[in-house]
């Protein structure tokens, strides 16, 4: 049986593509059985609808609080009986509420070579700090935005005269053949 993944995101999900991609592989460990975002307009939900995979919008205007939201999604994710839970572009800052069920088998893609440049704007950031290097981490999340263990990073050269888009999207395309590939060894483990 394959372990069973969530995906959470708030936008254009092409992490959470190459996710439901690489699950649907026969060989693969895992498989992607629900995506839930915060975002009622994130196009990765219609995208993961067409596929026949669960969705679900949770809209966390709709909550007065963080907690309340969190408690919201943390009900939908235990319905799903999942194995692990991939955070892939979610931005939202998560409560306890949310993280302590799932602590150990909760993951998150991060556009920069964690403990650096935590938060957004990873790629400017970089390049105004004169940095040779970017690339993206996969973590365990915890409480700290951005804190959880570093499992695996991938190194992406910054090349002369850069820019933060340009940057991004090279990123991305590491960002693309990194977290199958953490997601399946994480799963092996579990
Ligand atoms: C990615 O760069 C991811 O690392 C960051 O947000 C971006 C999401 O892109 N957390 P996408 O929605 O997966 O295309």
Redesign the pocket.
Same mark, same amino acid.
């Given at each position: 049986m394959k372990k069973r993944v969530g995906v959470l995101?708030?936008?254009?999900?092409? $992490?959470?593509k190459a996710l439901v991609s690489a699950g649907r592989e026969a060989a693969s460990l895992f498989e992607v059985v629900c995506v839930a975002s915060n975002k009622v307009d994130a196009g990765?939900i219609a995208w993961a609808r067409e596929q026949g995979i669960a969705t679900q919008v949770i809209n966390h205007k709709d909550f007065a609080t963080r907690e309340a939201f969190d408690t919201a999604l943390n009900v939908y994710l235990q319905s799903q009986r999942l194995d692990l839970i991939a955070?892939?572009?979610?931005?939202r800052i998560m409560t306890p509420v949310l993280i302590t069920p799932w602590a150990g088998r909760m993951l $998150?893609?991060?556009?920069s070579l964690l403990p650096k440049y935590k938060g957004l704007h990873t790629h400017q950031r970089a390049i105004d700090a004169g940095d040779k290097e970017a690339g993206?981490s996969v973590h365990f999340v915890t409480a700290e935005l951005d804190g959880g263990a570093v499992i695996a990073q991938v190194r992406v050269p910054i090349l002369a005269g850069e820019t933060a888009e340009t940057l991004?999207a090279r990123?991305?395309v590491e960002?693309h053949k990194l977290y199958p590939e953490v997601l399946s060894d994480v799963t092996s483990l579990i």
């Open positions: 995101i708030s936008g254009t999900g092409s $992490n959470m990765g955070c892939a572009g979610f931005m $998150n893609i991060h556009p993206c991004a990123v991305l960002e």
